[in-house]
């Protein structure tokens, strides 16, 4: 996968930054630290995919909107995501999220990702973001 991410410190809410090579990649290590904050160790189920789109004036308003759309399929549909492809049309991003379903649900919560003092750079080593979550 090639990419890191940081669970910084916040008194209230939940900050991560995330790096990685692509922006493909970048959504990927997002949805491993979503995951891992929500499930912990959940057994998992049958393969499930799972279309979507996410839209915005510029991209950091689209990956908000992706990360939220990534936070209904972990919660909602209990989605252990693996895989994900994003095509990148206009204003558009087309979503396909793979995966198998989880046997039981999160042991914690998040209610979105939030525009809060957050940004998303492409950068020399690669893609950069940081985003705060309302949990």
């Given at each position: 996968m090639g990419g890191t991410f940081a669970i910084l410190d916040h008194p209230a809410d939940l900050r991560i930054r995330f790096q990685a090579e692509s922006l493909e990649g970048l959504f990927q290590v997002a949805a491993q630290a979503?995951?891992?904050?929500?499930?912990?160790h959940s057994k998992e189920g049958p393969e499930?995919?799972?279309?979507s789109t996410a839209d915005g004036t510029d991209d950091f308003g689209r990956f908000i909107s992706a990360l939220n759309e990534l936070l209904f399929s972990l919660?909602?549909?209990r989605l252990l995501v693996r895989g994900i492809r994003i095509e990148r049309r206009g204003g558009v991003w087309d979503l396909v999220l793979t995966g198998h379903k989880a046997i039981s649900g999160p042991v914690r919560e998040i209610k979105a990702a939030t525009y809060h003092n957050g940004f998303l750079r492409e950068a020399p080593e690669g893609w950069q973001a940081e985003v705060l979550?309302?949990?």
């Open positions: 979503l995951r891992e904050y929500l499930y912990e499930c995919e799972v279309h919660q909602t549909r979550f309302d949990i």
